[in-house]
C-alpha cells in the first residue's frame, strides 16, 4: 500500500509516494518512490529570502550547482539587468518575483563585442573573475541583460536592445 512521506528541503515541503514490492528473489521488500511534482508547484512562494538562501547554499561552488538549486525550489528562469544586478525570477507556476539591485550602476557599451562576451565568460568560468567584474567586463562588452533559462539549461546573453544575442548552455549536475 503506498505510503506517503514528507521530506523537508530547507524552504520547500518536497512529497514522495513511496511503494513496497514484495522481492521474492531475497524475500526483502523493494522500495520506489518517485514525486508528486503538482503538489511542489502549488506551495511554491518565491521569496527574498528563499533566493538568498539558495545564493549562500551554492556560494563557492560552480554555476551549474547554482541553477540545480534554483530548480530545486521551482525556479524557471530568471533575468539579470547587468548595469545594476536587478533581478527577476519567475517560478515554474509564473509567480515573478523582482530583486532590486545591489551592485553600483554602470553604463553598458552599446556596442557589441562577441569575443569579448565569451573571453568574459570564459575567465568567470575558470574562477579568475568574481561576479561583480564578470558583470563589469559582459557589460563593456555590449551586453545589456542576461537570461538564464533552467528549463532549456542555456543562458542567453543579450546586447542593446536584444537585437545581439549569445547563448551558452548549461551543463548538468
Known amino acids: 500500500m503506498p505510503q506517503l512521506a514528507q521530506v523537508l528541503y530547507p524552504e520547500l515541503f518536497l512529497y514522495f509516494v513511496t511503494t513496497l514490492q514484495p522481492n521474492p528473489q531475497f524475500g526483502r521488500p523493494i522500495v520506489s518512490s518517485h514525486f508528486l511534482e503538482s503538489t511542489v ?21 560552480a554555476f551549474p550547482y547554482f541553477v540545480k538549486n534554483l530548480k530545486a525550489v521551482g ?17 515554474v507556476n509564473g509567480e515573478k518575483l523582482t530583486i532590486q539591485g545591489d551592485m553600483p550602476e554602470f553604463e553598458c557599451e552599446e556596442t557589441f563585442k562577441l569575443e569579448d562576451v565569451k573571453a568574459a565568460i570564459k575567465r568567470n568560468q ?12 559582459i557589460g563593456e562588452a555590449g551586453i545589456h541583460t542576461y537570461v538564464a533559462d533552467l528549463s532549456g539549461m542555456k543562458v542567453i546573453y543579450q546586447g542593446p536592445n536584444s537585437e545581439y544575442e549569445y547563448e551558452e548552455i548549461i551543463p548538468e549536475v
Open 126 to 137: 575558470e574562477g579568475l573573475t568574481d561576479y561583480p567584474t564578470f558583470l563589469r567586463e
Open 75 to 91: 525556479v524557471d528562469n530568471y533575468e539579470i539587468k547587468v548595469r545594476n544586478h536587478k533581478r527577476t525570477y519567475t517560478a
Open 41 to 61: 508547484m502549488e506551495i511554491i512562494e518565491l521569496s527574498e529570502e528563499l533566493i538568498e538562501n539558495v545564493e549562500k547554499r551554492s556560494e563557492g561552488q
